[in-house]
Each structure stands twice: as structure tokens, then as C-alpha cells.
């Protein structure tokens, strides 16, 4: 069974960075690529990106590249997204997801959210 | 980018009702759609992939079926909980997009 566990809830100024983690447990990270999405209250769900460990390539979501970076600690198995530059727009829940190429066990990528973690609130507000 | 539009943006049905739910790509993508509940509170679940692919594990009053640029989620009897926000996915194209969803309510 694929576990996520995330990091717990930040408070953040305008202009400063927020990293959110997130632990697979159940399997080695390197059996997943990861996605990000977050969901701001009162709106629908938006697409941060997409990190595959095996190889490094990353997929960003429109509003995001250059303010956001995704990495993985395969020691930890634990994948890390830092964002930069936080506005308060950016107040959201961001949630970890593995894309169902993992357990199908397809190269690439399928672009499909299979497990997701629990979420992690970000504030931003000054 | 794709835009995806989903309908209704909520609505109240009974338990045992039938329930449907559509969203419409702005190409014509209907394999490359999915679907997710999600419910306040906790992380959103997988239920259909690839237009009609039922997730394992998730009941099969949950289907999923596509027609030209439209996919719809069909609950054939609702359930108290299955009450929750539902959106659509396309898995087409970067950047990844969803429709706005349909919240359900009993």
C-alpha cells in the first residue's frame, strides 16, 4: 500500500519561501514520479508540476516555473517542493501525488494523480 | 492549454438516485480525462482513469464513459458518502488541467 505523509501547516510573509515535504512509505521513491496540485480555498484545484527521481526532468504548471523547485531525497524517500516569492494568492492546500505510471510500471509519464497525501496548508499573510 | 468545463457546479440528489456529472475538453481528448472525489478535509481519491477505467478499489456504482469531446461520471445509486466535491482531470497535454467541479450533496 502507497502511503504519503506530508509536512504540517506553514505561516509565511509576502516575498518569502515555503518548503512542503512529503514521505512515501510502502515503496522506494524512485518507483514514482510526483506531482503537486494545490487547492485554493473557495477555487478548484491548479497544477503545480510534475518530478521524476529517475532521471531529474521536472513539468511545471503555467504559473509556476522559475518560482518553484522539486527534488527528492532517495535516502528519505521523501520528495521536497520549494516555492518562492510567496504572494498571498499563494495561500492554499498543497498536496503530493504519485502519477499512476509508478504502479503500472510504464516509463514516463501517465499524468494521472493516483495516490495523493494529505495536504499541507500554506499561509501566506503579512 | 486545455481548458476543461465541468457541469453542474453542484448539485442535491437523493440516496438511491441515479447522479451524472459532465465535463467537456476544449479538443477532443475523452480517454485522456479523469475523475477524483474529494471531501473537505482529506486527500482527493482516484476513481476513473482514462475516461472510463474504474480505480481499484473504488466501488463500481462509479463509472466513467466518453462521447466525442465529453465525458460523463455516472453514480448509478447514491450513496450518503459519497457526498463531496468531484472534478475532472485531462491528462492529455502539460499544463495539466481540471474542470471546477461539482460539489454533491445528499
Known amino acids: 500500500q502507497v502511503r504519503l505523509v506530508q509536512s504540517g501547516a506553514e505561516v509565511k510573509k509576502p516575498g518569502a519561501s515555503v518548503k512542503v515535504s512529503c514521505k512515501v512509505s510502502?515503496?522506494?521513491?524512485?518507483?514514482?514520479?510526483i506531482h503537486w496540485v494545490r487547492h485554493v480555498p473557495g477555487k478548484g484545484l491548479e497544477w503545480v508540476g510534475g518530478f521524476d527521481p529517475k532521471n531529474g526532468e521536472t513539468i511545471f504548471g503555467q504559473n509556476f516555473q522559475g518560482r518553484v523547485t522539486m527534488t527528492g531525497n532517495k535516502s528519505t524517500d521523501t520528495w521536497y517542493m520549494d516555492l518562492t516569492s510567496l504572494r498571498s494568492e499563494d495561500t492554499a492546500v498543497y498536496y503530493c501525488a504519485t502519477d499512476r505510471a509508478g504502479l503500472a510500471a510504464v516509463s514516463g509519464w501517465l499524468l494521472t494523480f493516483e495516490f495523493w497525501g494529505q495536504g499541507s496548508l500554506v499561509t501566506v499573510s503579512s | 492549454d486545455i481548458q476543461v468545463t465541468q457541469s453542474p457546479s453542484s448539485l442535491s440528489a437523493s440516496v438511491g438516485e441515479r447522479v451524472t456529472i459532465t465535463c467537456r475538453a476544449s479538443?477532443?481528448?475523452?480517454?485522456?480525462l479523469n475523475w477524483y472525489q474529494h471531501k473537505p478535509g482529506k486527500a482527493p481519491k482516484l476513481l476513473i482513469y482514462?475516461?472510463?477505467k474504474l480505480q481499484s478499489g473504488v466501488p463500481s456504482r462509479f463509472s466513467g464513459s466518453a462521447s466525442g469531446t465529453e465525458v460523463t461520471l455516472t453514480i448509478s445509486s447514491l450513496q450518503p458518502e459519497d457526498c463531496g466535491t468531484y472534478f475532472c482531470q485531462q491528462s492529455y497535454s502539460t499544463p495539466l488541467t481540471f474542470g471546477g467541479g461539482t460539489t454533491v450533496e445528499i
Open positions: 482514462d475516461g472510463s
Open positions: 510502502g515503496y522506494s521513491l524512485s518507483k514514482f514520479s
Open positions: 479538443q477532443s481528448i475523452p480517454i485522456y
